[in-house]
């Protein structure tokens, strides 16, 4: 060939060709069409080992396993290779045999030790085998070697969580959702490190996983979590149920879903969710920890002892049926249950939640030993994290603000506003009003009054409060320049009919043929000024307890909602001396009468007080309402094991047991502490 004549193209191997030809078809999904040109590859050079790895490889993927294991293992018949262990890792993990998966996984390291895929395909292995520490070990090692690698980030960020780390996890899930942030598995595993920690961005990332993957169940769970301790139990509910409908075959969700209609109320609901979800898992701690709460709520102490007990006999470490458990009134701990409650206090797998009710539950079981030190140092401990969480969400306790909104409640509500305000929202007597201080006999109260024929306990009402924020948003936009919208809404008979109605559709909806309802939400005591606009008839029971066991007991409760003031003994004293105000300026103002029921005196005289209670109430005596403690009806308070007992007189002066822990409250009571 001479030097003019064009060069000739090289002819490529049409084994080669068959392969590249295979590897498009495969990268592209075309499963069956990738197989036949790698087939393509084998009839020319049948000793392909390449050709028959990633015939194997295909066969896996279409369901085939045993088909992969035979072309994987020629493969390796003729020459060892770090891939294709792995490959014959997954096959064998597909055929269920772990131990040899385990085998082939490792000899794949031993090959290359910085094969990326390999670690986290062991490390997926040894999660699946409940080998933690040898899978987060294999995750690292992934991450190391492939920092870019976003699915190897969320897999250990998603363990590390899963763990009770979410703290360490989080920088890993954030470098995920970077690297992928159209990833809907990666934005649930972020999503529930920043619920677990919760973070405000949690609600944003699982609503961002939810758009693309609405079913997603574990998004659905930490999202309804949330809700949880948001005290949104109904949306935590209607979240639980469609993680349920995603995913039936997770008892746990059931069983968190039980939990959950437990506090909405709904109980007939929580016991055949709860039953259903143990029926599934008979080892399912939440299902045995759920029932034990709602054995709680319906005053059957013996169940809630046993299913706490189960529990815990299921799972010894379980931080959640050890709370449960140690928190029973009259269930002391054995020797080795408690040493358990103490080192689990430590414990870094503790969610910060968890570790709060443990330390509130240890507190009552050394105060019914009258370990009274060692009990304040638990109950400090448990308030202490019940501060931090309430910090965490911006909700700081400002003494000053609560005080400037003392003066304007009194200055807006005097006996002229009264007198200028428009005829009732409505005539109606069916509601009774119970308000106070928490934790000053208001359960007890309701307890008694529900005893009796024409009257239901309705239990703590939010009702109120979102009334009045309806009708004052909606005054705001009436009111003329330099009116406020209360004065506003005082002379709109149309906005205080809106809201009496809305009030007394709520109390028939939940008992249509009582004659009385009581709403003993204690911070209505706020609200009594609108309350006289709505339903001038209502019964107001005011109740008052020493100030000092008030005070106590409001530190010794690890409530649900978000009170700022509650977990600090200076601010439950300042507190207190704001209500104080706050009652006496009704007392002086308020154009209908208030009852006031004193707990110590319910408890010396407890007949002649309950027959004044109910006769306030314009009801007619009946001898029940003195064996309130044998009235069946759902309690969900802190003080539902009280009052199912006879009324008893332990808690009073109960704060002279921790009288040298409990000067800063009565400094702060200011005189009122006598």
């Known amino acids: 060939m001479s030097d003019s004549q064009p060069a000739q193209p090289s002819k490529i191997d049409p084994v080669v060709a068959a392969l590249l030809e295979g590897s498009r078809l495969h990268r592209s999904g075309q499963l069956r069409q990738a197989d036949a040109a790698y087939e393509r590859a084998l009839g020319i050079d049948p000793r392909n080992a390449d050709a028959l790895h990633l015939r194997g490889v295909i066969a896996c993927q279409m369901g085939q396993p045993s088909t992969g294991l035979d072309f994987i293992g020629r493969a390796l018949a003729i020459r060892p290779n770090p891939q294709y262990h792995n490959s014959l890792g997954l096959a064998l993990t597909a055929s269920e045999d772990q131990d040899g998966a385990e085998r082939a996984f490792a000899e794949a390291l031993r090959l290359d030790p910085k094969y990326a895929d390999a670690h986290i395909n062991a490390g997926n292995l040894a999660r ?117 409908a995603a995913a039936p075959h997770k008892s746990e969700y059931r069983a968190l879903l039980g939990q959950a209609l437990t506090r909405t109320g709904r109980l007939d609901e929580a016991r055949a969710t709860l039953d259903a979800a143990l029926a599934a898992d008979p080892k399912s701690v939440a299902a045995l920890v759920g029932l034990s709460q709602l054995a709680l709520v319906n005053g059957d102490f013996a169940a809630e002892r046993a299913h706490a007990e189960a529990a815990l006999a299921l799972d010894d470490s379980s931080f959640a049926a050890l709370a449960q458990l140690a928190g029973i009134k009259g269930a002391p701990l054995s020797a080795a249950q ?13 969610k910060p939640g968890e570790r709060r009710q443990l ?84 359960t007890l109260v309701e307890q008694i009054l529900a005893s009796h024929s024409g009257v239901f306990g309705a239990g703590e009402l939010r009702d109120l409060g979102l009334i009045a924020s309806d009708l004052l948003a909606t005054a705001a936009t009436r009111a003329a320049s330099g009116t406020s919208p209360t004065t506003t809404l005082a002379s709109a008979p149309d906005l205080l009919g809106q809201g009496a109605g809305r009030y007394l559709a709520r109390l028939r909806e939940l008992a249509p043929g009582a004659g009385r309802v009581v709403d003993k939400m204690p911070g209505n005591f706020l609200r009594l000024g609108l309350v006289a606009l709505l339903l001038p008839r209502t019964h107001i029971v005011h109740c008052r307890r020493h100030p000092m066991d008030t005070g106590l007991s409001c530190f010794m409760q690890s409530f649900s909602q978000d009170m700022p003031w509650a977990w600090d003994l200076a601010s439950i004293g300042h507190y207190y001396r704001q209500y104080e105000r706050v009652m006496e300026h009704w007392r002086q103002v308020l154009p209908l009468p208030i009852h006031d029921v004193v707990y110590e005196t319910m408890v010396e005289n407890t007949e002649q007080e309950a027959r004044a209670l109910v006769a306030h109430c314009g009801l007619e005596w009946e001898a029940a309402c003195l064996d309130f403690h044998n009235t069946e009806r759902p309690v969900q308070t802190a003080s539902a094991s009280q009052v199912r007992q006879p009324i008893y007189k332990g808690s009073v002066g109960r704060w002279r047991d921790y009288e040298r822990h409990l000067e800063p409250l009565r400094r702060a009571l200011d005189g009122l502490a006598t």
Request: aromatic share 6%; charged share 25%.
């Open 128 to 244: 699946r085998r409940g080998n933690i520490e040898a899978a987060l070990g294999h995750y690292r090692q992934a991450v190391a070697l492939a920092p870019g690698h976003a699915p190897a980030a969320c897999l250990l960020g998603d363990l590390l969580t899963e763990r009770g780390n979410p703290e360490e996890a989080l920088p890993h899930l954030e470098k995920a959702a970077r690297l992928m942030p159209n990833d809907a598995s990666i934005l649930v595993a972020f999503g529930t490190a920043l619920a677990q920690l919760r973070r405000p961005a949690a609600e944003e990332v699982l609503n961002r996983a939810l758009t693309m993957k609405p079913d997603e169940a574990t998004a659905l769970a930490a999202l309804a979590g949330l809700r949880m301790e948001q005290n949104r139990e109904a949306e935590a509910a209607s979240l639980y149920e469609r993680a349920v």
């Open 338 to 350: 408690w040493q358990r409650a103490e080192q689990a206090t430590a414990d870094p797998r503790l």
């Open 359 to 442: 330390h509130f539950a240890l507190f009552r079981q050394r105060q019914s030993e009258r370990e009274f030190d060692d009990a304040f140092r638990h109950l400090a401990a448990g308030n202490a994290m019940r501060g931090e969480g309430l910090r965490r969400k911006g909700r700081v306790y400002d003494p000053s603000q609560t005080e400037a909104q003392t003066d304007d409640l009194i200055q807006t509500f005097d006996k002229d506003f009264f007198a200028r305000a428009a005829g009732p929202g409505s005539d109606s007597e069916v509601s009774i009003l119970v308000v106070g201080m928490p934790r000053s006999g208001t």
